[in-house]
């Protein structure tokens, strides 16, 4: 089975069983929430192909002309053209993307290889995966915890400094941080690999299932392996995590601080309950609330960061991709992906709005 | 202290600093609460009733900070205790009811939590078990069925969850229960079963309230005695009867006769004159005087001290006082009252 | 905000009477005021108000901070910074009449001037080269001066120089910092130029060269403007579509607002520089084309706080009030909702001058967009990255200045948005 398949199996199956499970169980105003997030997740996810696709359409030149180059006779382009359906009208053409879009028909690069679209992302989506998925719980344990004690340390030198380091990540270019990263734990120190996601040999000797390389290691009891992947994961994942949690604890640190502010907060110490326990225990929960879908419009500058972050640690994914077919020129490609990441973002966006309603027990009941 | 008071406020001061200056939102308040009496304070909107109740437990917003005086409480000094020690006083010796009981439960927690957290943050030997059977027997006595105890702040009606806000004070048998508005935000019928609710309440475990309201009708009903305060200072003092039927600061005449009395027949609704004062720089002397009927020229040079009129009738006006009634070291007398 | 009568407010002041307060007092006064009762925040403000001055001064008048032309070729390449460039310089007795290398050239037939070098040195090399760079060009202008300077070598760096004391030769070419070594020795002698018509800055680059021998800190200084130009073009271009279209949008309401909504939400939800490089890539790289990219991007943030405020402007009370009276809908936006939306819009601008440029520097980086020929961060960055082994220099000051700058007016929004809307305020 495709890697592809097998991740949207693991992702997929838990998701709805978990909404069947609301479903079954929650109220009827928590029912009708869900569907209608689900039912706006789909216009999302089209209006943004729309988009794409017009941005494609609109070029000033001719795609299969500067995808082959000067090596493309007449004849050629003609036939390519034909192939691909570009010389249709502009309804049909919107049509057939859409329907490839839904079915996953990528089709083919245009350039070096003609390689299935769906094979190369097959391996690069993973990659993506694989680096975003522990940037973000890096992002969020620094993001909420340090929100957390900066709002409980108001007004004092620790919550000061918190706000700055906050502020001064956020005006760091991500780029620039993995470089310096790089230089420090690579070149200096030379601790840490500076490319790639693991060492080449190793590499060869990994069973693939999954292409999430540090999940196939621990499949197939590959220790090596497993350690590779890990250390080649450090850099960027720091790289990333760390632009993140700037966002993170600047939101949790004012909603932390507002909650604290709620009458319920001055009832509860009048009843004698602890400082420590009124921020960390009720304000946070409270403040997570709209805190969560706050995250949720962070994937945004997830997946941008994750571009920039792959570019320089020559990461293979998704992000790289894009910017390597836009250089080439590959524009079915670059469409693919674009298109990819649109659902991506709508289907997080969704996750996201399920888990607050869950959250949020007015919402539950 | 006599062992019929269990809390002697003694001459204290609450503070804030704002930008503009420093703000005294309670000034040199001195007053004395009886055991299981409840005692009405009253007074406008500003005047420093809340900040006062909320001093009784060492409580104050952000900005504000006592800063002066003693508060006596059943024989100790809780100004002399670290404010590490307070967390254990408050909920377990001394409660608090709040005004809105829709925003003083936490949206998150269900009722049952809000109770058994507070149990076991007092008493942490306690079984979750056993404190959860605690909190059942106390919110059966105040009329909630246990089955609402799992429920969600926002499931329940506003009575009940002013009632939920009364066994949360009383869950630990809190010797003195402030009661901050409590019934402000409740219609006029939930707030005359939530008034029996506290006589019953006090007459049952032996309470001692301190029941903070603008509305002096509340307090006509159910309070023992009546503290009037105005513009940070306490006005007068007395027994509910006598004061009602004698009051003798003039903000506390005004007052009387400001409320609408459905006997009336026909005429204008009294209207005090004047505003109360600012207190950034308040009014010198009798911080009354700008609106006083009865002013004499006494009244804008010195403040009068607070004493007694008759017996345990204490009252803080010169028409009672003589120019040199203090003693020479110039403070206030309080005299238990 | 509450009624501002002569008489200070009732009760216990929330915040009401600093607002009395400054209606009595002039602006400028007010600002000092203000430092007083923000603390913190005022500082915030002020310094990167400062930064944010000093940018756009150094935007405007490049050259006079930079001591090169960004493109320039003017040292060794991967120079490392502060290193001094040994520029070969030209010594001559301090009452001489020349000051350049070029003051040599005599006339065709006269006698050639003498110049004494180090024998073995570079410096002859870069002596002939230089003279011979300069005869070309004068030989053919009229006058008829030519340069071909008589070398004469010594063994020795006194030696050199003391030939040039004695009236043996004319002038000497040593190394900079051989003659500021031995300086002393020789008080009448003078440093007239270096040969290479080169002025470096106190002898050295200050933040370095790059790999082809371009100054880091000039190309430094004259990114500023590309920076700047594309962070402010992009954020007023998307002010311009975006504040409008949310006030209709509020202001409507309607299928017009929902669908408008929809589209502008899901932009907004979409990664932006993914969008952006989409952009770049199909109109091809230009600075007008980035400019355009990145403007879209930012559309949808003013249109959801504009039109937000709008909504909640137009429930307000007094707008009711103004209908009643017969205002019409023109005036109601003009005179009501607009100038209740003007401080949001400031701030947002400002935290948007931020974001484009750092969008704008990440598609440089990644070589979409600018024209390669442009003095830009981010092309020096994504070019130093190939060097990062050998000239960390190359990558750590463009990124450096990039922080800075969106640093500056990424504070300068914190600020304000405090002052102007404390969510925070003690109670």
Same mark, same amino acid.
């Given at each position: ?67 082959? +180059?000067?090596? +493309? ?53 993973? &990659? ?49 941080? +993995? ?10 120190? +030379? ?70 502010? &709620? ?19 009720? &304000? ?31 990461? =293979? ?43 949020? =027990?007015?919402?539950?009941? | ?22 703000? /005294? ?15 009405? !304070? ?28 003693? !508060? ?17 006083? /408050? ?53 909630? /069925? ?78 023992? /005695? ?112 | ?5 002569? *008489? ?91 000051? %350049? ?30 003279? #011979? ?28 120089? *003391? ?11 040593? *190394? %900079?910092? #051989? ?5 002393? #020795? ?22 370095? %060269? ?82 355009? $990219? ?106 450096? $200045? ?26």
């Amino acid at each position: 089975m495709s890697p592809i398949a097998i991740i949207a199996l693991i992702i997929g199956v838990p998701s709805l069983l978990l909404l069947a499970y609301v479903f079954a169980r929650g109220s009827t105003g928590l029912r009708r929430y869900i569907l209608t997030r689900i039912a706006l997740t789909l216009p999302m996810i089209f209006i943004l192909a729309t988009m794409v696709f017009f941005i494609l359409r609109i070029l000033p030149g001719d795609p299969v002309t500067s995808a082959l +180059g000067p090596k +493309g006779t007449p004849e050629m382009i003609q036939h390519i053209r034909a192939t691909l359906g570009l010389n249709d009208p502009l309804i049909v053409q919107y049509g057939r993307f859409l329907w490839n879009m839904i079915t996953l028909h990528f089709g083919n690069s245009l350039v070096g290889g003609h390689r299935l679209i769906l094979d190369e992302m097959s391996e690069r989506f993973p &990659a993506t995966l694989e680096l975003i998925i522990p940037a973000s719980v890096l992002a969020l344990l620094i993001g909420i915890y340090g929100g957390a004690l900066a709002a409980s340390k108001r007004k004092q030198a620790l919550d000061y400094s918190l706000r700055i380091y906050s502020v001064i990540i956020y005006s760091l270019p991500i780029f620039w941080l +993995g470089l310096l990263l790089q230089l420090f734990f690579g070149v200096r120190l +030379g601790w840490l690999p500076i490319s790639g996601r693991i060492d080449a040999i190793i590499g060869t000797n990994l069973k693939t299932v999954t292409n999430i390389y540090s999940l196939d290691a621990l499949l197939s009891g590959n220790w090596p392996a497993f350690f590779s992947v890990v250390r080649h994961l450090v850099l960027p994942t720091i790289t990333l995590g760390l632009i993140l949690s700037g966002v993170f604890l600047r939101m949790t640190r004012i909603n932390v601080i507002e909650t604290m502010q &709620a009458d319920y907060i001055g009832a509860a110490r009048a009843r004698g309950i602890r400082e420590r326990i009124l921020i960390y225990g009720h &304000a946070l929960k409270n403040a997570m609330i709209p805190v969560i879908t706050l995250i949720g419009l962070q994937v945004a500058i997830l997946l941008a960061g994750a571009v920039l972050t792959e570019t320089v640690f020559s990461w =293979p994914g998704m992000g790289s991709y894009l910017v390597e077919r836009i250089s080439a020129r590959d524009y079915t490609a670059v469409q693919s992906v674009i298109t990819v990441f649109a659902m991506l973002v709508a289907l997080i966006s969704l996750a996201v709005d399920v888990i607050y309603s869950l959250v949020d =027990p007015r919402v539950r009941y | 202290m006599s062992d019929d008071i269990l809390y002697s406020i003694r001459h204290l001061t609450v503070e804030y600093k704002t930008r503009a200056g420093a703000v /005294r939102a309670v000034d040199d308040v001195s007053l004395d609460i009886r055991r299981g009496e409840i005692l009405g !304070l009253v007074g406008e909107s500003g005047c420093g009733k809340s900040t006062l109740g909320k001093a009784l437990m060492r409580l104050h917003d952000g900005p504000a900070s006592i800063t002066g005086g003693e !508060l006596w409480f059943d024989g100790r000094n809780l100004m002399d205790l670290s404010l590490r020690e307070m967390p254990d006083i /408050r909920g377990a010796e001394i409660g608090m009811v709040f005004q809105d009981p829709m925003t003083s439960l936490n949206p998150v927690q269900r009722i049952m939590d809000h109770l058994t957290e507070t149990i076991q943050t007092h008493e942490p030997e306690t079984s979750i078990a056993t404190a959860r059977a605690r909190a059942d027997e106390l919110v059966e006595r105040l009329g909630i /069925r246990h089955e609402r105890l799992r429920d969600y702040p926002h499931q329940m009606s506003g009575g009940m969850r002013q009632r939920v806000m009364i066994s949360l004070a009383l869950a630990l048998r809190a010797k003195l229960v402030i009661a901050d508005e409590p019934t402000t935000s409740l219609d006029v019928i939930v707030e005359a079963k939530f008034l029996d609710l506290l006589k019953e309440l006090q007459k049952e475990f032996g309470l001692t309230i301190l029941l903070i309201t603008h509305n002096i009708g509340v307090v006509a009903e159910v309070a023992d /005695r009546v503290a009037v305060m105005y513009a940070a200072k306490m006005a007068e003092v007395g027994t509910t009867g006598e004061v009602f039927a004698d009051p003798k600061h003039p903000y506390t005449q005004g007052l009387l006769k400001s409320v609408p009395n459905i006997k009336l027949d026909g005429g204008d609704l009294y209207k005090m004159g004047g505003e109360p004062p600012s207190l950034l720089k308040p009014p010198s002397g009798c911080r009354f005087h700008p609106r006083c009927p009865f002013v004499m020229d006494i009244c804008s040079q010195e403040e009068p001290a607070f004493e007694p009129v008759v017996a345990d009738h204490l009252a803080s006006c010169w028409i009672y006082q003589e120019a040199g009634a203090r003693n020479s070291s110039g403070k206030h007398q309080v005299h238990n009252g | 905000m509450a009624k501002i009568d002569e *008489q200070l407010p009732e009760a216990l002041p929330e915040g009401a009477t600093w607002e009395v307060e400054l209606r009595k007092v002039g602006f400028v006064r007010r600002l000092f005021m203000a430092r007083r009762w923000y603390g913190a925040d005022w500082w915030f403000v002020a310094i990167s108000a400062v930064g944010v001055f000093a940018f756009i001064i150094i935007a405007f008048f490049p050259g006079l901070f930079a001591p090169f032309s960004p493109d320039a070729l003017v040292g060794p390449s991967f120079l490392a910074p502060g290193a001094h460039v040994d520029l070969p310089v030209l010594v001559v007795p301090a009452t001489s009449p020349v000051h %350049t290398l070029q003051d040599l050239a005599v006339p065709a037939g006269a006698d050639r001037s003498t110049v004494a070098v180090i024998e073995g040195a570079p410096t002859g090399g870069a002596l002939n080269e230089q003279s #011979q760079k300069i005869d070309q060009v004068i030989k053919n202008q009229p006058g008829g001066l030519r340069l071909r300077p008589i070398i004469d070598r010594y063994p020795t760096l006194e030696g050199t120089l *003391q030939a040039v004391v004695n009236g043996i030769d004319k002038s000497a070419v040593v *190394q %900079t910092t #051989q003659f500021n070594a031995i300086k002393a #020795q020789f008080p009448t002698l003078r440093v007239a130029a270096s040969i290479t018509g080169v002025t470096s800055t106190a002898g050295g680059f200050m933040l370095g %060269t790059n790999d082809i021998g371009q100054d880091v800190l000039s190309r430094l200084l004259w990114g500023t403007r590309i920076a700047l130009i594309i962070g402010f073009s992009s954020s007023i271009v998307s002010l311009i579509i975006g504040v409008p279209l949310g006030l209709l949008a509020g202001f409507v309401g309607g299928t017009f607002d929902r669908l408008l909504s929809l589209l502008m939400d899901s932009l907004y939800a979409f990664p932006g520089l993914i969008l952006a490089i989409a952009i770049t890539a199909v109109l091809g790289p230009s600075i007008f084309n980035i400019i355009i $990219a990145i403007s879209v991007l930012y559309i949808p943030t003013y249109y959801r706080i504009v039109r937000g405020q709008t909504l909640s402007v137009k429930e307000e009370v007094y707008i009711e009030a103004a209908k009643s009276i017969g205002a019409r809908s023109r005036e109601i936006l003009q005179r009501y909702i607009f100038p209740n939306v003007i401080p949001s819009v400031a701030i947002i601008f400002s935290v948007n001058v931020a974001d484009a440029i750092l969008t704008g520097a990440g598609l440089s980086f990644l070589g979409l967009g600018l024209p390669p020929t442009i003095a830009d961060w981010g092309i020096d960055v994504a070019r130093g990255q190939r060097f990062i082994q050998t000239a960390w220099w190359m990558i750590t000051f463009p990124g450096l $200045a990039i922080m800075l700058i969106v640093l500056a007016f990424t504070l300068m929004g914190e600020g304000l948005s405090e002052i102007f809307n404390p969510k925070l305020r003690d109670r």
